[in-house]
């Protein structure tokens, strides 16, 4: 299966190549049509489905329309605390049992939490796909909620959160901390991993409310990918979700944001990290804009692999930096609604400084917000980017995901087929204009993380007034 796609994508990128010999037509198709198929249920549930017989597998996602953004205030971290907690068992399906079926019948599965959405994703043979979405649809009427399970939940996540961040170097800051600082809305700045005081406090009353409010069949999608017909997925789809009731769900608060005015530059110490490092990180064009995909393009232009421009001036010719890595988000440059970050995080040398990094970025920034970016590297990395995306499709488990999670936030699964139309319409003065209007200073929050041994030290306090 993956043979076959590199081939007919291989192909396309060929056409592309000899684009004098080749009308737009002949390239539309030799591209992978990812085949797509949408119905709504009843109830309000969505599902997508994606036929490939290729193997006798099948993937499902589950996607709820809510994440971090949407968790309640005064309950950082909820929203994933709750993700742990729909694995924990329903009165039909006791605590193990879900696990215990999808993992003995060969499958397996996971869960993720991002600011716009929650996903639940399994892979499996298609003889266990009936047993999958009863066990999804179960978990969707309700869950085990007692208190013995929150509070196990609880402290799961709590070391989570020391294993990942707190003993880390660097700790996430690159996703974590920055976000806090570049946005203003508390819906986009909080921290979606939380604090252990209000994961603590998270009570019964939340689960409940919060499973309620957003896991109803109306808030979600159900894609699934593989060895199996629209019209049998549908009717099992139907057979399983279908009498799950609709439920109300809260209107979203306005968590828009405009770009930033002015940059914001924190400095912070680190006791595990041995190199100091920076973040910088730039919001985003809002999604679904005409800015959209050449910021996507941008992005990987400056830093999507060692090729490209940061990495030589950074890394190879001026050696200050270590790396130089891209992240948007905890997502991707296509999955997310509300305001985001494109984010250069790069461990520097202690004998440079965050200024000297920052100075090398603004200098390819301006070459290409000046010059535009020559017709070869254009060509390489929009045809790196369409393999990447066509890669990432194969796995059943990611296409059911992909195909999720783009209708939710999209509203639109078959956008899978046409952001490569949309990185291919990417030009250099498409480069230029977004450049010059999101990659500015004054749109740029920056940490400069240093190792608290080298860290300088604090400045000595002014010495108190003598009381009369």
Same mark, same amino acid.
């Given at each position: 299966?993956? /043979?076959? *796609? ?31 198929? +949408? ?13 490939? *017989? ?25 929203? *994933? ?14 605590? !193990? ?12 599965? &996971? ?34 909620? &007692?208190?013995?399970?929150? /509070? ?10 020391? +294993?990942? +961040? ?9 996703? @974590?901390? @920055? ?10 700045? *909080? ?9 603590? &406090? ?13 896991? !109803?069949?109306?808030?979600? +999608? ?12 549908? /009717? ?30 924190i400095n912070q110490t680190d006791a595990l990290a041995q190199v100091p490092a920076i973040a910088a990180g730039w919001k985003m064009p809002a999604r ?10 941008? =992005?990987?232009?400056?830093? =999507? ?31 997310? &609604? =509300? ?9 520097? /040398? ?5 200024? $000297?990094?920052?100075?090398? @970025? ?29 890669? =990432? ?29 949309? @990185? ?32 300088? $030290? ?5 010495? $108190?007034?003598?009381?009369?």
């Amino acid at each position: 299966m993956r /043979k076959r *796609h590199l081939c007919v994508l291989l192909a396309g990128l060929t056409t592309l190549a000899s684009a004098a010999f080749a009308t737009a037509s002949a390239a539309e198709s030799d591209r992978w049509q990812v085949p797509v198929a +949408v119905k709504k249920l009843d109830n309000g549930l969505t599902v997508v489905v994606s036929t490939d *017989h290729s193997s006798p597998t099948v993937g499902v996602s589950v996607v709820y329309h809510v994440g971090m953004r949407l968790e309640p205030k005064n309950r950082t971290g909820f929203a *994933h605390l709750f993700e742990h907690l729909m694995f924990q068992g329903t009165p039909a399906a006791p605590k !193990g049992v879900f696990d215990q079926v999808i993992s003995g019948g060969g499958g397996r599965n &996971n869960g993720s939490t991002r600011p716009d959405f929650t996903n639940y994703i399994e892979v499996a043979p298609v003889s266990a796909l009936e047993r999958i979405l009863w066990l999804e649809a179960d978990r969707m009427k309700t869950l085990d909620f &007692n208190p013995t399970t929150l /509070k196990n939940q609880q402290d799961v996540v709590k070391e989570e959160i020391r +294993v990942n +961040v707190k003993n880390q170097p660097y700790g996430g800051f690159m996703w @974590i901390d @920055i976000g806090q600082h570049a946005f203003n809305k508390w819906e986009n700045n *909080h921290d979606g991993y939380g604090s252990f005081q209000d994961l603590e &406090n998270a009570s019964l009353a939340d689960v409940q409310s919060f499973h309620r409010d957003y896991y !109803g069949p109306n808030n979600a +999608v159900l894609g699934i990918a593989g060895d199996i017909s629209p019209e049998e997925a549908f /009717k099992l789809a139907d057979k399983y979700f279908g009498a799950v009731a609709g439920r109300p769900t809260p209107a979203a608060p306005d968590y828009s944001e405009g770009l930033n005015t002015a940059e914001k530059r924190i400095n912070q110490t680190d006791a595990l990290a041995q190199v100091p490092a920076i973040a910088a990180g730039w919001k985003m064009p809002a999604r679904g804009s005409r800015d959209q995909a050449p910021m996507a393009v941008l =992005g990987s232009v400056l830093a =999507g692999d060692d090729a490209s421009r940061l990495y030589q001036s950074l890394v190879k010719r001026r050696q200050i930096a270590l790396n130089i890595e891209p992240l948007y988000g905890l997502t991707d440059p296509w999955s997310y &609604n =509300g305001p985001t970050l494109y984010t250069l995080f790069a461990m520097y /040398k202690p004998d440079s400084s965050a200024d $000297a990094v920052l100075a090398a @970025i603004d200098e390819e920034v301006a070459n290409i917000a000046k010059n535009g970016v020559d017709a070869a590297t254009l060509k390489r990395v929009k045809t790196k980017m369409l393999a990447d995306w066509y890669n =990432g499709l194969e796995p059943f488990i990611d296409r059911a995901d992909a195909l999720a999670v783009l209708q939710t936030l999209w509203g639109d699964a078959n956008v899978v087929n046409k952001i490569p139309t949309l @990185i291919e319409g990417v030009t250099s003065a498409d480069l230029q204009r977004v450049a010059k209007t999101y990659l500015t200073q004054a749109n740029r929050t920056v940490i400069d993380r240093r190792p608290a041994a080298t860290a300088p $030290a604090p400045a000595a306090a002014a010495p $108190a007034a003598a009381k009369n």
